[in-house]
Structure formats: C-alpha cells, structure tokens
C-alpha cells in the first residue's frame, strides 16, 4: 500500500512505482490477445462462474471479432498500403526502448486497444470517489488541515472524472474525429459492431433502472455500461494511453 499510495497516501513512490509499472506495461504489449486474462490473474471461466464483471464481458466479447472485421475492411481498401502501415506498426514498437512488444499486427493492436478502452471506460465512476472528502482526506491521513496537495490531486482527477468527448467511444462508426468519409466498407463494420455495443448498453440501463431505489444509491457506479453519454460517462477510446 506505501508503495502505491505514498507513506501519507496518495502520494506515491514513484521510484519504487515505475518497476510496477514498467512490467504492467509489458504484460500490456506481451499479450495483445490475453491482456484481460494476464491482468487479471484469472481464467475466463472463473470469472463466468463467480458473477465478475458479467456486462464487461458481453462488451469484451464483441471485441475478437470487430478487431478482425476492421481490419479485413482497411486491408480490402489498399493491401499494399496496409502492408505497408502494419510493417510500420510492428517497426516502432519493436524500437520503443524499455518496452517488450509482442503485437504483431494492427489486428492485435485494434484489439489491444478496444480492450484497454473499456477498461479505462469503466474506471470513470470509481474515480468519482475522490470528489467525497472521507475519501480524499486519506491522502495525508495525519493531517489536520487541508493543504495544496490535497487541492492539486483532487483538481487532477475531476479532469479524469468528467471529460469526455462525443462519438469518442470503443466500437464507434462517428467520423467526427477523422474529418473525412470512411471507405463504404469500413464503416458498414463499424455501424454493425456499434449498434450491436449499443442494444446491450440500451438492455443493461432498462434492467438497472427497474430498482429505482437501487439506481439512486448506486447508479454513479452502476451506469458505466448505460448508453454513452449516460451520467456523463462513455467506455471511451484510450488515445493517450
């Protein structure tokens, strides 16, 4: 716990930290199609037969799929473009230094990183709680008084908790971001896979909001797989990750 928060909390170190994460970041590149599994130190059919994270998996499950079906669509456009880019890919990755690199095709990386999204995505309303202040006082639990640290990390973490970007989902077939048309086929695949993403999050919030009193208490949390948009939350792409 010192390690990752700091001896006062919140307040790590992040000498002894980057090791940590350092092998994270490997077990990331090193297991483009596993990731999940290796993070979470738990087989699949474990997860299905405890109950865990039963709507994540319907939204991790689609994703196999709409990773080989995106890029059957960018290679159908141009295979000697896409030869090209996915050669790049494999290129910079096996040059970025410190990091073991085991994603072999863009079909690994579109996979890799729809996966990591709804992960980030799901993080959202978890990190909601550093807005309570039995929380945020654990940063220097010693402490008598509010002090600047206290007010820079909680600043730091409602930029986390509340921004996100319309259209700016895993699976989304927008091309707001872009600026140009998508090939015909590329998009098809894209509205295909979004809409079938879209009808689990529009059954997940009509099944959560049957508990109204259930939804009042804990629907900040709960609402992480609603619609997009929903309580000012989506299961964003992880562009910067």
């Not at 092998?23 to 109950?51: H, I, Q, R």
Request: charged content about 25%; hydrophobic content about 35%; glycine content about 6%.
């Amino acid at each position: 716990y010192a390690v990752l928060t700091g001896s006062l909390g919140f307040g790590a170190d992040g000498d002894k930290l980057r090791g940590i994460l350092t092998n994270l970041l490997n077990t990331w590149g090193e297991n483009p199609s596993e990731y999940l599994a290796m993070m979470m130190n738990v087989p699949k059919d474990k997860f299905e037969k405890a109950g865990i994270l039963t709507e994540f998996m319907k939204h991790h499950d689609l994703i196999p799929s709409y990773a080989r079906d995106v890029t059957k669509a960018f290679q159908s456009t141009d295979r000697q473009d896409f030869a090209i880019a996915e050669d790049r890919l494999k290129v910079y990755f096996k040059r970025c230094a410190g990091f073991s690199s085991k994603i072999d095709s863009l079909e690994d990386w579109i996979e890799l990183m729809a996966v990591t999204g709804i992960v980030h995505g799901t993080t959202l309303s978890y990190t909601r709680l550093i807005a309570d202040v039995d929380v945020l006082r654990w940063r220097d639990i010693q402490s008598s008084t509010w002090k600047v640290p206290d007010v820079n990390l909680h600043l730091k973490l409602l930029g986390t908790i509340s921004g996100m970007d319309e259209h700016r989902h895993v699976m989304s077939s927008s091309t707001d971001m872009v600026g140009e048309k998508y090939d015909s086929r590329l998009q098809h695949v894209l509205e295909y896979y979004e809409e079938k993403a879209d009808d689990l999050k529009e059954a997940y919030m009509k099944n959560i909001m049957e508990d109204w009193d259930e939804f009042n208490n804990y629907g900040w949390i709960l609402s992480d797989f609603c619609p997009s948009g929903f309580d000012g939350k989506q299961l964003t792409v992880t562009t910067y990750v």
